[in-house]
């Protein structure tokens, strides 16, 4: 049983950073694809980056520039340093890892971006 679970959420003033982290259990983590999606209040889950089993990266444009995720193929860890965040980066971050047609979801963590 493949299990994700995701840490590093909280409450973040704007312009100010936090970092996710995702591990996982099983075997298969360094095959797969792994990636970060959140989802808003009122809206629906959208993809904020991936990382393939070859360490490429992908971002969406809203998060280019700030947001970095990177890999650790021994700990089986994927993580997102999130950098000048804004009101709107608030939304549940999900870690999701997948390949062949199969998908594995967290159960997400929370962060706020508020004065």
């Known amino acids: 049983q493949v299990q994700l679970v995701e840490s590093g959420g909280g409450l973040v003033q704007p312009g100010g950073s936090l970092g996710l982290s995702c591990a996982t259990s099983?075997?298969?983590?360094?095959?797969?694809?792994m990636g970060w999606y959140r989802q808003a209040p009122g809206k629906e889950r959208e993809l904020v980056a991936t990382?393939?089993?070859?360490?490429?990266?992908n971002y969406a444009d809203s998060v280019k520039g700030r947001f970095t995720m990177s890999r650790d193929n021994a700990k089986k860890t994927v993580y997102m340093q999130m950098n000048d965040l804004k009101p709107e980066d608030t939304a549940v971050y999900y870690c999701?890892?997948?390949?062949?047609?199969?998908?594995?979801w967290g159960k997400g963590t929370l962060v706020t971006v508020s004065s």
């Open positions: 999701w890892m997948g390949r062949y047609g199969v998908d594995y």
């Open positions: 990382i393939d089993y070859y360490g490429v990266t």
């Open positions: 099983g075997s298969i983590f360094s095959m797969y694809n």
